[in-house]
C-alpha cells in the first residue's frame, strides 16, 4: 500500500522501462511464464493434431500395426466414395434447413421478446425458450426419441387428435433427417434468439422514434430500421449457425443412429464410424480434411464477406 | 361539447394512426402467436419428461400423455439412484469433477494467457497470439482423430485426464479475457506498480477482480460444455464406473428404454437437474454470457 519504501533505482527504473533492460527482460520472463500452460495446451491438443491429421491423410492406420505410407490413395478414394456424397448430401440439407429456420425463428422470437411486456412475462418466455439450449444434446435426444416413437409416441398422439395419420419420424427415410432438423431447431433456436436480442437491444431507440413520426408501421420498421441494424448479428448468426450444423454428432448419434440406412447419416457421424468402428485412420482424416476446408471457407466468409453486403450503423 | 372533441381530436397526430393500421395489429397478434406457441413447444418436452418420470412404469407409455405429473411414483428417481446393476450417482460425481476441474483449470491458463498476450511485452507476443486466434477456426470435429492418438498414445484411454487433459485450455477464452484484460485503464497498472505490486500480485489482486463478467461467462459456459460433452466420453471411457451423464443415459437408454420409459426419463431429469438450478438462479448472467460469449466469437 505503502509506496514511500521504494528504495530510490526502483522508482528510477519504472519511471524509464525502456531504458533497464532488466525490467523489460523480466516483463518477457512473466509473459513467457503466464502464457505457458494455455500455450502448452494449444499445442498439444490443437497444433499438434492439426499436423498429425494433416500425416495422416497420407497413411493407412488402423490403430494396431504399424501405420503404412498410402500416398495419395485416401484422396482419391473419397472422389469414388459414393456413401461420401450421400452423407455430404444429408449434412448440407440437415445444416442448410436448420440454419434457415433456427435464424428466421430466433429473430422473430427476439423481436417478439423486445417489446413492452411485464417484467414476469418475459422473463417466463426467455427463461422458456432458453432453456433447452442448456440441457444434454445426447440425453435430450433420447427424450424426442421418445416422443418421436411411431406407434405409441406422443407427437404422434398430438397430430392424430387433429386428424392427421401417424407419421414414421425416426424409422422412415423421407423423415428421419427431418427429425433430426427439427430437434436441432428445438434445441439451439433459443440460442439464436438470445443472440438476435443482444443485437437489437443494441439499436438506438432514436431509429424507431424517428420511423415512427415518419409514420412507418410494424412492417416497415422492421424492414427499415431492424433489418439493416440487424445486418451485422444476423451475418455473424447464420455464419455460427452454418458451422454449427456442419458438425452435427449427438444429436442424429442417439435420436436415428445415422438410419434407416444412411438415410440420416451427416458428415461427423460418417468420420466417426470411419475412424472408430472401421479403423481407417488415415481414411477418416482425408475426409475430415474435407470438412475442415468446408468450415475455414465458411469461417474465412465470416472475415472478409462481412464488409461487403453488411450493414453497419 | 368543446371538450370532448378536444380530447378526441388531439392525439390524431402519432398515436391513433400508429394504433389504427389493421397491418401492425396482425404482425403484433402473429408474434404474439408465435412466441407462446414456441414456449409453450420448447417447454413441453421438459414437463412430459418430468410428468412420465412420476408415473407408474407400468403405464409410462399410456396415451393420453401427461403434461403436468398426474402420479407421484417417486420411487422412479429411487430405482435409478440404488439401481443394483449400475452406480447411478457416480455418474454425477464423474460429471461434476470433470466439470469442475476442466471450468478451474480453464479460467487460470485463460486469464494468465489473457495478462500476458493483453498486457506484457515479450518477444514473439503476437506471433504467439495469432497462433490462438487461428486455432479459433479449426472445428473440433476435424482434431477428433489425431487427439484420439494422442491421448491413446500417452496411455490415458479409459481415464478421466483423457477429457480434462484436451480442455485445459481455450483459444476462444483466452481471446476473450486478453480483450478485456487490454480494455482496462493503464492508470490502474502504473498505480499498481509503483505500489511495487509484482506481475502475479497485479494479476491475482487487480486484473482477475476487475473482469467479474467476463471471468463468469466463460465459467459458466466451459462447465456447461464439460457436462454436456458426448464426444469425449463416447471415445474415451470404456467402463461403467468412470462415466458422466450423457454417455451414461446414452447407454442406459439401450439397456431398459424399450421396458421402462419412466425409469429412463427419471435418469435423465436427474442429470439436468444441477442445470435447470443453475439456470434459475443465474439466468440473467447466462443469457447475457450468452450473448457476449457468441457476439465475440
Redesign the interface.
Known sequence: ???T??PDD?IDR?ANPQKGTTL?RR?????????T??????L???????I??LV?IFLHYD?LTPPKWAGVENLTRLTSDSRLFKVYWNSLRLTVGATLLNNV?GL??A???N?AMPWGLR?????????????????????????LTQD?G?VN?LIGQIGLDPVPWLSSSAWALFSAMIYDV?KA???LM??Y???LQGIPAVYYEAA??D?A???QQ?RNVTLPLISP?AF??IV?SL?GAF?I??NV??LTEGGPGDASRVI?MY??EK??RGFE?GY??AV??T??VI??TL?LLQFLGARRWVHYE | MATTTGTATEPVT?RT??RK?V??RL??AL??L???G??????A??S??FSTSLRDPKNS?D???DFWPTALHWQNYLAVINSPDIEFMLFFWNSLKIALIVTAAQL???S??G???GR????G?DI?FG??LA?L??????????????I?SLDLMNTHWALI??S??S?FG?FLLRQHFKSLPEELLDAA????AG?LRI?WQILLPLTGPALSALGIFTF?AS??N??GP??FLRDWDKFT???A??TI?GYM?SGN?SE??AG?MI??FP??V???LA?RW??QG???T??K?
Open positions: 500500500m505503502t509506496s519504501a521504494l526502483k519504472q523489460a516483463e518477457a520472463w512473466a509473459g513467457y511464464l503466464f502464457a500452460p494455455a500455450l502448452l495446451g494449444l498439444t491438443f490443437t497444433a499438434l493434431p492439426i498429425a491429421s495422416l490403430l425463428l422473430l422470437l423481436v417478439g421478446l417489446r422473463y417466463l418466455l426467455r427463461t422458456s425458450i432458453f432453456f433447452p439450449v442448456m440441457t444434454t444434446t445426447a440425453s435430450l435426444a433420447v427424450v424426442w426419441r421418445f416422443l405409441r406422443v398422439f428445438w433456436c433459443g440460442y438470445v443472440i436480442l443482444a443485437g415512427r413520426i409514420g408501421g410494424f412492417w422492421f448479428t455473424f448468426a455460427i458451422i458438425q454428432f449427438d448419434y442417439v461427423a468420420i466417426y475412424a472408430f485412420m477418416a482424416s475430415s480434411f470438412l475442415f468450415l475455414i469461417t | 402519432l394512426r400508429y393500421s397491418w401492425l404482425g403484433e408474434l404474439w408465435l412466441l407462446i414456441i414456449a409453450i413447444i420448447e417447454i418436452p421438459i412430459w419428461m407409455f396415451l393420453p400423455p487460470l491458463t485463460c494468465m494467457a495478462y500476458a498476450f506484457l511485452r515479450f518477444f507476443r504467439l497462433l490462438f486455432s477456426m479449426v472445428p473440433a470435429t476435424v482434431t477428433l482423430i489425431p487427439s484420439f492418438i494422442i491413446r487433459l484436451p485445459v485450455t483459444a483466452v506498480k509503483i505500489d511495487g506481475y494479476y456447461l457436462w454436456n458426448f464426444v463416447l471415445l451423464f450423457p454417455i443415459i446414452a437408454r428404454g420409459q429412463v426419463l435423465i442429470s439436468i442445470l435447470l443453475f439456470f434459475l439466468q447466462i443469457v450468452a450473448a457476449i457468441g457476439l466469437g
